[in-house]
């Protein structure tokens, strides 16, 4: 019984393996018809470059705040592209301490916090609670 499943499990194992039809064929380069690039001494950059295909792109950054005890970068840029469907998509964003921050219209947004959520949000943060095992006022 059990050279019966180690040549089964063999079996499916070669199956598994056996390349794939319809691999899709290596994709052709795009040429990139426009770029500019700028690297400083003080740590600013900018760039932009437009390839054939219509996909532009450009941004400028400069030293910025990290992490905590860190030092980042703080940068500014856009892109577009033409998407399946025809339509140019555009998204600007911002990265820096605070992340990856995009914006396009085509991006969803979140939906705005409730009147009395934002509220508690608000003062949560003037009335902070005080640390683990600190005596508290009251009690």
């Known amino acids: 019984m059990r050279p019966t499943l180690l040549v089964l499990v063999c079996v499916v194992a070669a199956a598994s393996a056996r390349p794939q039809r319809g691999a899709p064929a290596a994709a052709e380069p795009i040429a990139i018809v426009n770029l500019q690039s700028e690297v400083n001494l003080d740590?600013?950059?900018?760039?932009?470059?437009?390839?054939?295909?219509?996909?532009?792109?450009?941004a400028r950054g400069q030293p910025g705040q990290g992490p905590p005890g860190e030092e980042g970068e703080s940068v500014q840029g856009s892109f577009s592209y033409v998407g399946d469907d025809g339509q140019t998509y555009s998204v600007t964003y911002t990265a820096d301490e605070n992340g990856f921050v995009p914006a396009g219209a085509h991006l969803p947004t979140p939906p705005p916090i409730p009147e009395a959520i934002q509220r508690a949000l608000e003062f949560n943060e003037k009335n902070p609670e005080p640390e683990e095992g600190a005596p508290r006022k009251g009690r």
Do not use: L
């Not at 740590?43 to 450009?58: L, M, P, Q, V, W």
């Open 43 to 58: 740590g600013t950059f900018s760039y932009t470059y437009e390839s054939a295909n219509g996909i532009k792109a450009e």
